[in-house]
Structure formats: structure tokens, C-alpha cells
T-cell receptor, first 114, second 115 residues
């Protein structure tokens, strides 16, 4: 069974640009969550999607957005990029996002802002 | 608050046991997880424990939970060089307003295994 797939693995952008990251969950998983990992702030929750609906959002500005498609694949978008957005963005999936179901992570997309 | 603290570094000799500790302030998480992160990779789920359990053993891994002291630990028996990585504890918490859950992570412990 394939794991969580994130594309691209690496991205380099400049300030002010926008970026879209993609996540394909494990087959059959319907909940997709996104996390940002930086050396200074550690791992922080961005948002969670289930059945094409955003259920929860972390404490990030509106420049961070996402969506989920009917096949459970998800994308996240960051507009007007800032230097501080440089990070590893991790996607995780679980069956229905319930408490008893662990989240499985992809290898992440490393975003560098110049 | 949702602070989850871990010691930054741990160094052990190959073959010894490693104990990675985690303390947390918010005790509302129903499941507590341990993840491993190797360089350039994502998070690998190692094991997890339900909050009403005290201990869980899974091959070389033993998780101990002391709810009274809000302390979680991961013991790795017979530590190998391949165990060198960063280890994160995390609590899975329900979000009542929207449904679903989110993970709150510890700061991570860098485990170095020396020959």
C-alpha cells in the first residue's frame, strides 16, 4: 500500500510569489492534515480537511489556504511568500481523522524563499 | 496551554537502552504518539498509547505514561546506529468546534547512537 505522497519534494521561490503544494493520502484515507516544520517554531498544525471541507485551522495568516478534492487529494497554497515561510511542509493522512486513528506522514515539501 | 517539552539531545552507546522523555501541560489528549524523523525525511509513526493505559510494549519499544505527573517516555532496547534520528512525542486532541483532531508536537529529541 503506497504511503502519503507529497510533491514536489523541493521548491525555491522568491518573496512575493505564491506556491501550491500537493498531497496524495494513503488509499482509503479521507482526512488530510498539514503541518509546518521550522527550526525555530518546531512542528505546527496548519489545517485539516475531511470530505472536501476544512474542519480545523491553526494559527496561521490568511495567506495560507488549502483545499481537498473528491478523491481526498489535498493542496495547500501560500500567497505573497515571506522569508519566514521557508520550512518543511508535511502532510498527514488518516482514515476519518478520529482520535483512535493515527496520522501517517509523507516526506514533506521543503520550501525555500530567497 | 499546549506546551510539550523534550530534552534536546541524548547520546547512547550501541546495544544500550535509550530513554526519551516528554512532559506536557495539557492532559486532554486521548492518544499520545511517538514519531521518528531521519534527515531529509518526514515523520515515521513508531507507536502510540491510549491515555488510560500506563504502558505499551511493541518489540524493542516500550512506552510509559504517568498521567499524574504528565510524563511520557519511550524506551528503545538494544539501541542500534539505525535508531539515530530525532524523536517527537505528540498528543492527539479532539477539536470540539470543527470536529477532527490535531497533533501537538514536542520539541524533539536528537538521539545519537555511538559505536
Amino acid at each position: 500500500k503506497a504511503g502519503v505522497t507529497q510533491t514536489p519534494r523541493y521548491l525555491i521561490k522568491t518573496r512575493g510569489q505564491q506556491v501550491t503544494l500537493s498531497c496524495s493520502p494513503i488509499s482509503g484515507h479521507r482526512s488530510v492534515s498539514w503541518y509546518q516544520q521550522t527550526p525555530g517554531q518546531g512542528l505546527q498544525f496548519l489545517f485539516e480537511y475531511f470530505s472536501e471541507t476544512q474542519r480545523n485551522k491553526g494559527n496561521f495568516p490568511g495567506r495560507f489556504s488549502g483545499r481537498q478534492f473528491s478523491n481526498s487529494r489535498s493542496e495547500m497554497n501560500v500567497s505573497t511568500l515571506e522569508l519566514g515561510d521557508s520550512a518543511l511542509y508535511l502532510c498527514a493522512s488518516s482514515l476519518f481523522g478520529s482520535e483512535s486513528q493515527p496520522q501517517h506522514f509523507g516526506d514533506g515539501t521543503r520550501l525555500s524563499i530567497l | 496551554g499546549e506546551d510539550v517539552e523534550q530534552s534536546l539531545f541524548l547520546s547512547v552507546r550501541e546495544g544500550d537502552s535509550s530513554v526519551i522523555n516528554c512532559t506536557y501541560t495539557d492532559s486532554s489528549s486521548t492518544y499520545l504518539y511517538w514519531y521518528k524523523q531521519e534527515p531529509g525525511a518526514g515523520l515515521q509513526l513508531l507507536t502510540y498509547i491510549f491515555s488510560n493505559m500506563d504502558m505499551k510494549q511493541d518489540q524493542r519499544l516500550t512506552v510509559l505514561l504517568n498521567k499524574k505527573d504528565k510524563h511520557l517516555s519511550l524506551r528503545i532496547a538494544d539501541t542500534q546506529t539505525g535508531d539515530s534520528a530525532i524523536y517527537f512525542c505528540a498528543g492527539l486532541k479532539s477539536i470540539l468546534t470543527g470536529g477532527g483532531n490535531k497533533l501537538t508536537f514536542g520539541t524533539g529529541t536528537q538521539l545519537k547512537v555511538e559505536l
